[in-house]
């Protein structure tokens, strides 16, 4: 018998406890007093599996201890209420409760429980290859050998795809994908990482030592944001953060005890940024925190705005102006639909300004996998530049990416294929530009068929999707459900998405996820789904959306 | 003229600054007074790059440009003033100064600058890649044929490598490794996990619902730590940690600005863990805070002292009884070299103990893909495994997972096949189990080799090396170097690593680095370097000892 269960034994027999007889399974035997003098009592013996083997538990011997749990659980240490506050108010909606509760009508579904369709659409998160987009070949095919190294000898993949395999396992310890890498990532990626943004910002000086290659863009951020936020009280550091963002700010912030300071986008105007609100959220800021950061996201998310050059021109110097470190969000760098939009980076524009901005504005530029044409989220694959770092502050920002050793380096190959494309005249080049071109356009097709059916919506409202890939368009909800959904203590855009999802199938974010005005409602929904499926969706929801006007008439 | 640089111009000129003429190059502008108004002075202009190419900069313009930085900087936002505090505090020596300090003399080794050796030796780092350790065929099989797919049609992947990459994609939104995954980890994956940990605890249920994939161990150690933490002043939680630990704890718990307690591994006794020291280090640490977590790392790191069944039992019921929440590092626990040490999960022991016990202990325990036969460190897979969290914190958790999305999607199929590798009868299998028994025993033979050598070499003493893949031999540093070490404002044993560095090229971790008594040096190297490498490593480190002891006798 084991000697603990023997001595709570023995203490309960001398408490006069009912004492079980030997070994087996018993009933569960709960005494006070044993738990009293801190020995635990004798319960009933779990089933003792096989020393080897696949032994299973029965059900009954399941059940039993499940019963058992019921029975002998005492407090937890880790509860709501004596766990990390942080956390406990940490939101993050385009993983949130509609999306739980898109998982569990699909449990339902495989039940067989009969619902008004047949699949949920997950159209809350921008994952594209989820949606039946296809992974770019060239991309897969340097990975693939990367991964195994015997494919080098392959007859079956092109020259260039293993001229960069071997370019980058040479950057790699013993030429392998399992070796951590240094910390700000390989040299080699860094160094086409710096390559690629000279390309794209037509020649302004990229430094591969200002590169970090992050776990997507997501840990360069939040990595960022960690080690400017101090201070507290009226000191707290204040993010300015758009309205409506990507809830992974918000988070951060929350989670580093920062204070979120809102600036609105402009949803008259087709979500511009004015840096006139700049200046009203800063000026607002400042009586109860200490701004310090402004957070920009170019396209934007869930918004889709493209900046123009002008825009940026007037972000940066009002950075410049009121000495805020700029966080510049451009995963989406590869996806603008609009003519008449175009991309121009943060760097570029701050480059263009001259000197005194250029050798001032402290700026952190982010990229990822994730996105544009690729779609890899699941490499997490990212690099952040930063510039104008003070020197200190990047041996700062080195020691703490080494506390997570490296970024996958599968993800870092990956990143590299996208800095590092095929190019004209190369074997791979006519696939892979098709391939990109065919996804980028077919993107931009449904962005603005997504657009145009919304807006033949009655209650709804799409700006045009300028750029990323999502609609954000605006649901006016009757008074009617605003007060309904207030009796189910959620936000009416939540009670919406809900309905949606339960009637439907589809899932949605509620833009309560993301922000917006007071009084506004909308809802985010990516283009993801390939264009007939979309166009099906579509339809759905401006039935359901008539359907619930008439019913909160 | 740029419309900003207009206005820098005009005011300039209004305060009877020098003007330049007109665009191209001008020497630099510096008026005080322009800068007080508030504009950017007129600086001279950086040469325009063309819109498209790749035009670079001269070496002359690119000297100029940094004359102007040193000019035209003001004060940065970001400083070792400004930042965060907790991060400027956080240490993590693995990459620490020594490491730094390793890879300037690689630089300066690759300039042609002559040293006594021809290659710096990092064996500070747990990196079997690195080393020379070749990947698991049947593993890096599976991984190429996720990640290009279309190598499921190729004869050169064997069967049971293809069965498993299907089942993998099939756990994948798309089919696709480039897909977001739930952010607890895809389900098939959680469910091999769960098998495998039944299999490896000899029937002890496990729950798939109760695993999480997460970005090698460390993801899953800090969210827990993360969540685990609250309170302040005196409230503030204590988290106990063994003394000498993998500082990835110190800098976690640094970082959660949470209370480090330190309890002391027995040095006399093979680096055992003693209850009584558990009980004295918590009995202190009431004092000064509110202990509330127990982390176990078995086998150990840096120390390699594998538990036996009686002290695994005894912690344990330690932590029953003064209720601790147990984290159990376990990364290591195919790595067991002594004969006569065997590795036991705390899951296992803990069911063993009973229902009071198991139904009760909170526990999380940790594995990953980085260390064991793998060595699959870059890839970042691991997986957590939770017993008796209230329901609500496992909602909070996946919540907290949700903000990074998901674990890298190559390191959570790099985990199934540690989980579910080639059985008997797989046409798999002999070669799987021959790289990995020939890994396991190449180090088992390494481990005893390191052990013999240093206990050879006076001054040095090294307890067996039970598991894991370190040697942390206790050094006996003369007082005239603590002396010295004390002038060169370092730790004694980081002076001796340096002087070890810099005379042969070897880089190892001072103990300062993981922690150790008061009064007692020590230094972990790595036993991953091949066998005949070692050997001369050894020898090289007597030689200098040696001459260390004679120079400060």
Redesign the interface.
């Known amino acids: 018998m084991?000697?603990?269960?023997l001595a709570?034994k023995q203490a309960a027999a001398s408490l006069g406890c009912r004492s079980p007889g030997g070994g087996g399974n018993n009933t569960?035997l709960r005494c006070a007093t044993s738990l009293a003098v801190?020995r635990?009592?004798r319960?009933?013996?779990?089933p003792?599996?096989?020393?080897?083997?696949?032994?299973?538990?029965s059900s009954a011997a399941?059940a039993s201890?499940v019963k058992?749990?019921e029975k002998?659980?005492?407090e937890?240490?880790?509860?709501?209420e004596?766990?990390?506050?942080l956390?406990?108010a940490?939101?993050?909606a385009?993983?949130?409760p509609i999306v739980l509760k898109a998982?569990e009508i699909e449990k339902e579904l495989r039940k067989g429980i009969k619902k008004p369709f047949t699949e949920v659409i997950k159209a809350n998160?921008g994952?594209?290859?989820?949606?039946?987009?296809?992974?770019i070949t060239f991309l897969?095919?340097v990975?693939?050998l990367c991964?195994?190294p015997?494919?080098l000898d392959?007859p079956?993949f092109p020259e260039d795809a293993k001229k960069r395999a071997r370019r980058i396992l040479q950057g790699?310890?013993?030429n392998?994908?399992?070796?951590?890498?240094?910390?700000p990532g390989i040299n080699c990626i860094r160094e086409d990482v710096a390559s690629y943004i000279?390309?794209r910002?037509?020649?302004?000086?990229a430094d591969p030592d200002n590169i970090y290659l992050t776990?997507?863009a997501?840990?360069g951020i939040t990595t960022i944001l960690?080690?400017?936020?101090?201070g507290g009280g009226k000191s707290r550091t204040g993010v300015m953060i758009p309205i409506p963002q990507y809830p992974?700010y918000s988070?951060?912030i929350s989670?580093?005890d920062a204070v979120q300071v809102n600036y609105y986008l402009d949803e008259e105007n087709c979500w511009a940024l004015d840096v006139n609100e700049l200046r009203r959220s800063l000026k607002e800021a400042k009586a109860y925190c200490n701004p310090?950061v402004l957070c920009i996201i170019n396209p934007g998310n869930p918004t889709g705005q493209v900046q123009n050059r002008k825009c940026t021109?007037d972000v940066i110097?009002f950075a410049?102006?009121e000495?805020?470190?700029l966080l510049a969000d451009e995963v989406y760098q590869d996806n603008v639909h609009s003519e008449g939009c175009q991309f121009h980076s943060f760097k570029k524009i701050l480059?263009?300004?001259?000197?005194?901005?250029?050798?001032?504005v402290?700026l952190a530029s982010f990229h990822s996998t994730s996105k544009g044409y690729?779609?890899?989220?699941?490499?997490?694959g990212g690099y952040m530049e930063v510039l104008?770092?003070?020197p200190?502050?990047k041996g700062?920002l080195v020691?703490?990416l080494?506390?997570?050793?490296?970024?996958?380096?599968?993800?870092q190959a990956a990143m590299d294929v996208v800095v590092n494309p095929p190019i004209p005249g190369e074997e791979s080049y006519s696939q892979f530009i098709k391939e990109k071109e065919s996804v980028l356009n077919n993107l931009a097709k449904k962005a603005k068929l997504t657009e145009d059916m919304f807006n033949k919506i009655p209650g709804m409202h799409c700006n045009p999707l300028q750029g990323a890939m999502y609609a954000f368009p605006r649901i006016f909800i009757p008074s009617k459900a605003i007060e309904e959904a207030k009796v189910h203590k959620m936000a009416p855009d939540m009670f919406y998405c809900m309905k949606l999802l339960e009637e439907t199938g589809i899932c949605v974010v509620p833009g309560s996820g993301f922000g917006q005005r007071e009084g506004s409602y909308h809802l985010r929904m990516t283009i993801l789904p390939p264009a007939e499926k979309l166009k099906i969706l579509l339809e759905k929801m401006k039935d359901f959306h008539i359907k619930f006007l008439e019913k909160y008439a």
Chains 1, 2 share one sequence.
């Open positions: 084991h000697r603990f269960v709570a569960a801190g635990p009592p319960g009933p013996r779990l003792r599996p096989a020393r080897e083997g696949t032994v299973r538990w399941k201890a058992i749990n002998a659980s005492r937890k240490i880790l509860t709501l004596s766990m990390n506050p956390v406990k940490l939101e993050y385009v993983r949130g998982g998160i994952d594209a290859h989820a949606m039946g987009q296809r992974p897969r095919q990975v693939a991964t195994y015997n494919l392959s079956s790699c310890g013993g392998s994908l399992g070796s951590y890498t240094a910390s000279e390309r910002d037509g020649g302004v000086p776990t997507g997501s840990d960690k080690i400017l936020v101090s992974l988070a951060a989670d580093l310090k021109e110097h410049w102006e000495k805020l470190f480059y263009e300004m001259g000197p005194e901005y250029y050798n001032n402290e690729m779609g890899e989220c699941g490499y997490r104008n770092l003070h200190e502050i700062q020691k703490l080494s506390v997570r050793l490296c970024a996958p380096v599968s993800g």
